[in-house]
């Protein structure tokens, strides 16, 4: 009887802050029967070679090839599963109208329980084979399809948090795609609640409910007000969206008085376990709340691009001491990948430092100290996802679970421009984080557990 489930031997990238990666050369990667990284061994450890040729030649150890590496896998903050059908299309108008031309329409068609198993089946493979390993959901306002996305993730393998999405208000949201009242949405979110909680007890990598009001200009204060007390109430995961763009925000602040963020305190709804999306035009009051109340920003760098009007300064927040992860927000941003939503947060980061417009003398045209770097990206991908979700993932470090993807640079085919031997393996890093294409992806692993594998 071996002391661990399985042992992996190979080099990992992983973060080690917000601004820094470290790399772990040849190590071994020992986990528990639950999933868990229970040590993580460097080859001048004491004990390294006698554990590895304990397990070496077993079925319990897999060595990498030359030419993989390991990282962690990603963590997708935001995602609206049922847009998933229009993705890469519809993104020529304003947020507004995007919802009311082609979102609502679309996102009606969910009560249909055997379309939404075809495409969120599809969806949640998409997200595995591009390597992200948790995702954080929108499903629409139906609940039984949204219990059915939590029950694809379940089986599938990825750790999925889904929230049945509430917009309960008349005035804001079509006759054909809306909850009932406030009663209505609350009742069929707790009852949502509690069934994807005793799902949970069968799903290794967990799965976990989320209240999930779309925005403050979609919901009634009484439902808002009575999501807050939900979440309280079952200790679960909260998600909307906060002050993406011009109008939404200028929408609450004339509809309450408030600004986005205090209005959302103010209905219970920060906290430890919240992730706000986009969070553009937050002031530094805002950024301060976030902090305080240790809600975090899903930042969605493609879909801002679209929607948001701006470029969010995302480096101020996380200085400020915000957490931040990324999202993809499918299908306000077209790709499902976080290596491309991680490569745009560099790239929209540099456009804010250096400005857009060409007839502004240099000095002008941009918000100095505002760019990111690619390790920094990564972080927010990883690490910075577990912890705006308050899980142990998103790390290759003892005590996180084995949420991992194996890379391949030197896939026939696919090959990542790497000559002669001895490159930095930060530059390799590098190439990666920019260079990679899902079929460089070969395996997926979520809690120990394989769950996707190219042939
Ligand atoms: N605000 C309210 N709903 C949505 C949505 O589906 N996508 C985006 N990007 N913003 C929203
Ligand atoms: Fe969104």
Redesign the pocket.
């Given at each position: 009887m071996k002391a661990f489930a399985r042992v992996f031997q190979g080099t990992a990238f992983t973060a080690r802050s917000p601004k820094e990666i470290e790399i772990l050369k040849d190590y071994l990667f020992c986990l528990n029967e639950q999933g868990v990284i229970a040590r993580a061994i460097a080859p001048d450890a004491a004990d390294y070679a006698s554990l590895r040729d304990a397990y070496a030649g077993t079925a319990q150890y897999h060595r990498l090839a030359p030419g993989q590496y390991l990282l962690p896998g990603f963590v997708d903050l935001h995602v609206?599963a049922p847009?998933w059908a229009q993705s890469g299309t519809a993104l020529d108008i304003p947020?507004y109208d995007w919802?009311h031309t082609y979102?609502f329409p679309l996102e009606s068609k969910f009560a249909d329980p055997d379309f939404a198993a075809e495409v969120y089946e599809d969806l949640v493979s998409a997200l595995l084979a591009n390597g992200t390993t948790t995702a954080l959901y929108?499903a629409t306002i139906h609940k039984e399809s949204s219990l059915l996305l939590a029950e694809i993730c379940a089986r599938k393998g990825q750790r999925g948090l889904v929230g049945k999405v509430v917009m309960d208000d008349p005035a804001q949201n079509p006759d054909y795609y809306r909850d009932a009242d406030a009663a209505s949405a609350l009742a069929d979110t707790e009852a949502f609640i509690v069934a994807v909680k005793a799902l949970a007890k069968t799903a290794k990598q967990g799965v976990y409910p989320v209240v999930t009001p779309?925005?403050i200009p979609?919901c009634t204060d009484e439902v808002l007000k009575g999501l807050g007390e939900l979440a309280a109430k079952h200790d679960t995961h909260v998600q909307s969206?906060c002050s993406?763009s011009d109008w939404?925000h200028g929408h609450v602040l004339a509809r309450t008085g408030k600004r986005d963020a205090s209005a959302l305190r103010d209905f219970g709804l920060l906290g430890d376990k919240s992730v706000m999306?986009?969070c553009n035009f937050l002031d530094e009051d805002d950024a301060a709340l976030f902090a305080e109340t240790g809600t975090a920003i899903g930042h969605?760098p493609i879909?801002n691009a679209y929607?948001a009007g701006s470029v969010i300064p995302i480096a101020r927040w996380i200085d400020k001491g915000v957490e931040v992860g990324l999202g993809s927000?499918v299908s306000?941003g077209y790709s499902p990948s976080l290596y491309d939503n991680a490569r745009q947060a560099v790239i929209s980061s540099r456009m804010l430092e250096d400005g857009v417009d060409p007839s502004l003398p240099a000095d002008a045209r941009g918000v100095p100290a505002s760019r990111i770097t690619i390790d920094e990206a990564f972080y927010l991908a990883t690490a910075g996802g577990g912890e705006a979700l308050s899980l142990p993932i998103g790390r290759l470090a003892e005590g996180y679970a084995w949420d991992a993807q194996i890379v391949d640079i030197a896939l026939a085919g696919a090959r990542l421009p790497v000559f002669g031997e001895g490159e930095p393996l930060h530059e390799i890093f590098q190439k990666i984080m920019y260079l990679v294409r899902p079929e460089n992806i070969r395996e997926v692993w979520v809690q120990g557990e394989r769950v996707h594998a190219r042939a």
């Open positions: 609206h847009q947020l919802l979102t929108f779309r925005f979609s969206h993406e939404a999306a986009h969605c879909s929607f927000d306000g």
